[in-house]
């Protein structure tokens, strides 16, 4: 799990977040993968790319879940740079042999409509190009219920982090399916 704070559960306990609730789910389940969380909070695409070597030579995961660019869109970096990032989080993954579920987040329009229109489909564009299984919007059923998010408005409370697991869950389940099968 390469993340920022809303998979390192910022502002509740570890515990309570998707990611630790993922690893429940996959031994309830049967699975046998064990969850490396490797988030951070703050983190950028940029700064996932620059741990993500270390990473992959520690765990050599079979799935990498990247959960980016969230904080990049927050502070209006450039769109180009935010693709470049992912891509190459990506093509470095592959590489190592994992498979990538691409989790894509949105922003609010405080940049103007072209940044945020150009924000939104760098998510669709480097899983169409890449041929990755695509979350769409994480926090889709979240962002936009105060009961489920903090007073900071943008990290989900613990009572979220199911929802964003049964998120998740709907397009990894059918690649743990396959990777049994593979």
């Known amino acids: 799990m390469l993340g920022d704070s809303l998979s390192a559960a910022h502002g509740i306990r570890v ?3 998707w990611v630790a609730l993922l690893q429940a789910r996959l031994l309830a389940k049967g699975y046998k993968q064990q969850v490396v969380n490797a988030s951070v909070s ?7 790319l620059t741990r993500l070597p270390r990473a992959l030579d520690l765990h050599a995961p079979s799935i990498v879940i990247v959960e980016l660019g969230g904080n990049d869109g927050l502070r209006g970096l450039p ?4 693709r470049a990032n992912l891509d190459a989080i990506v093509t470095r ?12 987040m949105r922003i609010p329009p405080n940049y103007g409509p072209v940044y945020t229109r150009g924000f939104d489909q760098v998510y669709t564009d480097v899983a169409r190009q890449r041929r990755l299984a695509l ?26 982090q199911p929802r964003l ?9 059918p690649m ?3 990777a049994d099968r593979g």
């Open 176 to 178: 743990l399916k396959q």
């Open 165 to 173: 697991l049964d998120t998740v869950w709907k397009v990894l389940e």
């Open 42 to 48: 703050g983190e950028t695409t940029g700064g996932g």
């Open 93 to 104: 993954s592959q590489h190592a042999g994992a498979r990538i579920l691409l989790v894509g």
């Open 135 to 160: 979350v769409p919007f994480f926090l889709d059923g979240v962002a936009l219920d105060d009961r489920l998010m903090q007073p900071d408005g943008i990290h989900p409370t613990a009572a979220a």
């Open 15 to 17: 515990e309570q977040g």
């Open 79 to 82: 769109v180009g740079d935010i």
